[in-house]
């Protein structure tokens, strides 16, 4: 289990004892995007802001950073994966 966390003013991600390191994994956002954790889903991190690329971007490292090296990944499938890609449309 992983401790995943953002700062008080949402522009840094914290990963903490991911596969049980020791090392603490801080990815810094763009400017002009946010990351909140989820109140419905546990375990749910929220990337959003007005630009796709710098949210897409953002998205990425956090799952860059994650990445399992020197392990079989069909075995060791922990991780941070985007599940939903979605846009705010207003009717």
């Known amino acids: 289990m992983y401790y995943l966390r953002t700062n008080h003013n949402r522009s840094i991600v914290v990963i903490r004892n991911f596969l049980g390191e ?18 419905t889903q546990k375990d749910e991190l ?17 799952q860059q950073s994650t990445t399992v090296k020197n392990k079989d990944i069909r075995k060791f499938l922990d991780g941070i994966y985007v599940s939903e890609k979605t846009t ?4």
Not at 47 to 62: C, E, T, Y
């Open 22 to 39: 020791k090392f603490t994994r801080r990815v810094p956002l763009p400017e002009g995007v946010t990351a909140t954790m989820s109140t």
């Open 46 to 62: 929220i990337v959003d802001g007005n630009d796709l690329q710098l949210v897409s971007q953002a998205a990425a490292r956090i």
């Open 88 to 91: 705010i449309v207003d009717n």
